[in-house]
T-cell receptor, first 113, second 113 residues
Framework: DGGITQSPKYLFRKEGQNVTLSCEQNLNHDAMYWYRQDPGQGLRLIYYSQIVNDFQKGDIAEGYSVSREKKESFPLTVTSAQKNPTAFYLC????????????FGQGTRLTVV | DQQVKQNSPSLSVQEGRISILNCDYTNSMFDYFLWYKKYPAEGPTFLISISSIKDKNEDGRFTVFLNKSAKHLSLHIVPSQPGDSAVYFC????????????FGKGTKLSVIP
């Protein structure tokens, strides 16, 4: 079955450590996205990539980094510079064309301890 | 500045009645609008969408209405079922913004049996 896989589902990190969240898709989608959800907030865009080896900052990119070395993969690194990293992180993908929906993974809950 | 607004954080409806979820937007560049349904600790799932060239789109129990002059859209669910209880996010795509989605903060719908 085609879809988007995020791993792990739950992640704990000590303050001051970097951590990488995995996102893989087998939908052959060109575009991939990372969103963050906080309680009472909508989904806020962290980074997006429309094509391999290219990515753009979203609204809240500070303290995060990404790479897009393969079409299928778009890992997100939460660095120690991110002041409030505890959140629910969602990865999505789409064809990148006009008037198309994005498909989401199941999310990763990151908790800083 | 929030470009997509869902002003009702929550809504309760009796089973079998109509649920109406509202969404307002401010960006005139938005030309494609989507509704997503989300359960706790899961990724959003796509529900229904509408292009700016239409004013109505229907899919089974779900209908989305778009009023471009008022920059307002609504999602109607008829009849409402207990399984519809979830958080509903309105999203919009900006044709000049690489088609990334901008989300509202969501409305939590509770359908009471």
């Amino acid at each position: 079955d085609g879809g988007i896989t995020q791993s792990p589902k739950y992640l704990f990190r000590k303050e001051g450590q970097n951590v990488t969240l995995s996102c893989e898709q087998n939908l052959n989608h060109d575009a991939m996205y990372w969103y963050r959800q906080d309680p009472g907030q909508g989904l806020r865009l962290i980074y997006y990539s429309q094509i391999v080896n290219d990515f753009q900052k979203g609204d809240i990119a500070e303290g995060y980094s990404v790479s897009r070395e393969k079409k299928e993969s778009f890992p997100l690194t939460v660095t120690s510079a991110q002041k409030n990293p505890t959140a629910f992180y969602l990865c999505a993908s789409s064809t990148g064309s006009r008037n198309t929906e994005a498909f989401f993974g199941q999310g990763t809950r990151l908790t800083v301890v | 500045d929030q470009q997509v607004k869902q002003n009702s954080p929550s809504l309760s409806v009796q089973e079998g009645r109509i649920s109406i979820l509202n969404c307002d937007y401010t960006n005139s560049m938005f030309d494609y609008f989507l509704w997503y349904k989300k359960y706790p600790a899961e990724g959003p799932t796509f529900l229904i969408s509408i292009s700016s060239i239409k004013d109505k789109n229907e899919d089974g129990r779900f209908t989305v209405f778009l009023n471009k002059s008022a920059k307002h859209l609504s999602l109607h669910i008829v009849p409402s079922q207990p399984g519809d209880s979830a958080v509903y996010f309105c999203a919009a795509s900006d044709w000049a913004g690489s088609y990334q989605l901008t989300f509202g903060k969501g409305t939590k719908l509770s359908v009471i049996p």
